[in-house]
Structure formats: structure tokens, C-alpha cells
């Protein structure tokens, strides 16, 4: 446990070295900021490839002879016909079919591994392992053991190339992608390696004006307790056909009405009303500012960003299904004024 401690410390010290600004973040753990120019990296990013630190993400390994029939019953993805070498996004949900955990479920010859934000964790173990009584499967918390990095821009990249590295198709920020998941002893040599063949680094500041962009949700922004998976437009996390699991009753009525009550969508953020002070003009709404219509609280900001591709402002909200429907424009009140918004589809345009 404390070799494998010191790997990630090992990491965070190469990073700072690199020249990455790294601190306490909204992720959870120290997590490179930026590499010098977020704005340059974003750019570099949208054009070629780029690498993402993606320390935030832990990982449980279940095991034991009954791990497929288990794990099929308990989240919203069909496991029973996973192969080893297979991978899917997935989720686990309360009665209620809200999110606790979204996560990549990994196949592999005698275990399934769960990789999920290290927020995440606990709950989540503590819910599988309570549904677990009767079942022979074993959890293990390999968080420091593994380390996580993710490659944007690159489309050649193959499973076959890297025996000794867990690689996962995956859009973090509007550009293909994959994470790659490894032994954390090796995440310094191969971010090294990366680094000399002009791969660009990506800190997350860049990671989030690019996903802003592309209407990519994130766990603890758009991902949260309140809202589940087609609320948050990720019907992929989910299979209609495999039967139950824990909030399926939910999940399935949801789908079958046609609309869910509210969800994720895109907002363009226009200049601020003539109630606003001056500098408004510039301003960014923050997580949780409400989003108003009619003199109504509609729903909440859940992220935005000056997007540096756009030459504009975005965010991303939770709102109403009623208020997106009607389409007219609204307006969040933030700490600085009132802003105008308008629907727009995502990936911004």
C-alpha cells in the first residue's frame, strides 16, 4: 500500500516538475491545473493529440464465482454477455433510478474491475456490499494500485499494442479517445514517453473548456444524486431489455413516457440585460446559480466556460422539461447580474 501511495506522489511530483500548477480541485484530489497556458493547451488539444491526468479516478476489483450474475442484477448495463477484454459504460442507482456511481464496468478473465471518481467509492462499495449477502463475489479497493490517463486525439490506438495497459474508448473532450488504465508504477515512464513523442499536456482547466464544449457531462457536475441516466441524456448506460435491477422500474417508465421531467442541455450565454453592471458582460454563471423563466426557477447552472474554439460563453444546466420545450430564453442570476441564456444544442456550435 505505501509503494503504491508513493507512485502517485511520484506522479504529482513529476507533474509539478513538468510544469504543472497542482492543488486541492473540485475532483478530489491533487490534479494538474494547467501546463503553463489552458488556453494554449485547449487549442493544442482540439488539433492533435493530448494526454489528461486522470488521477481522480479509483477502481474495485470483483471477484468471485458469481460476479457476472451479480453485477448483472445490480447496475443499469447487460453484463451476462460481456467477454473478457470488453468494457461498458454503466451506472448504479438508487430505488429512485438517481445516480450513486457512473462508471467503465472492465471484463477481464476472472474479475470485473469498476472504475469510477474516487468520490464515488465508498458509497458505492458500501451498496454492493450490502446487496451481497447470499452471493460469492469479493470487492477490493485497488485505487492506488492503478493510475489513469487519458489520450485525446488519437484514433490508432490499440489494446493489442499495450499488453500490460487496460485501454477504454472514451469522448472526454469532443475529440476520440481513450483512457488507459495501468499499474501506477508505470504512469511516470509512460506519460514520459508520451510527452517526447509531441504529445501535448493537458491540464484541468483545458479539460474542462473542452468537454464544456463538446456538452460532455461530468460526475459531480452534471452527474449527480439528483438526476439518473436519461435525465443526464446518456441512454447508453443503459439496457432495456436485460430486466431488473435496482431503479429499472424507473428508468424503463421514463423511457417508455418519452420525457423525462429534466435534464442536461446546452445553454449559449448571451450579453447581460440592461439591469446588469458592467461587468456582467464578461461573467461566468457558477455551479447551482438558477436558471429563471417567467419570474420561475426553472433549474440550475451545472457548469460553464469561456470556450476558447467558440470565441463565446457556454454553460451546461439542468432544466425543466417544460421550459426547454417552450425554448424561449432565460435568465440565471449569478453574484455579478443577471444573465441571458438560450437553449442550444450540444456539441456547441
Known sequence: MESNEKNLEGLFRFL????????GSPLGVPTALHFG????????????????DLSHLGSIRVGGGDRAAFLHRMVTSDVSAMMPGESRPSAFL?????????????????????????EDLDPLLADLTKYAILDDVAFTDESVARASIHLSGIEDVRQEDMPDHVLVRKNRTGEPGCDLHMPADRVVSFWKSLVEADTTPVGHMAHETLRIEAGIPRAGAELTGDIGPLEA???ELVSLTKGCYRGQEVVAKMHYIGKPPKRIVGLGIDD??????EDAA????????????DGKNVGRVTSAAYGPTLGRRVALGLVRARAIEEGAPVTCETARGILVMRFEETPFR
Not at 497556458?37 to 489528461?52: F, K, L, N, S, Y
Not at 429512485?96 to 472504475?115: R, Y
Request: charged letters at 20%; proline letters at 11%.
Open 37 to 52: 497556458d489552458p488556453v494554449a493547451e485547449h487549442h493544442a488539444a482540439r488539433t492533435g493529440p493530448a494526454v489528461i
Open 233 to 235: 441524456g446518456m441512454p
Open 272 to 277: 447581460a440585460d440592461e439591469d446588469a453592471p
Open 16 to 23: 509539478t516538475d513538468a510544469g504543472a500548477g497542482i492543488m
Open 94 to 118: 438508487t430505488t429512485k433510478g438517481k445516480f450513486v456511481a457512473v462508471f467503465d464496468l472492465i471484463c477481464e478473465e476472472d474479475s470485473f474491475v469498476i472504475v469510477t471518481p474516487r
Open 282 to 293: 464578461g461573467a461566468l454563471p457558477a455551479p447551482g446559480d438558477p436558471i429563471m423563466s
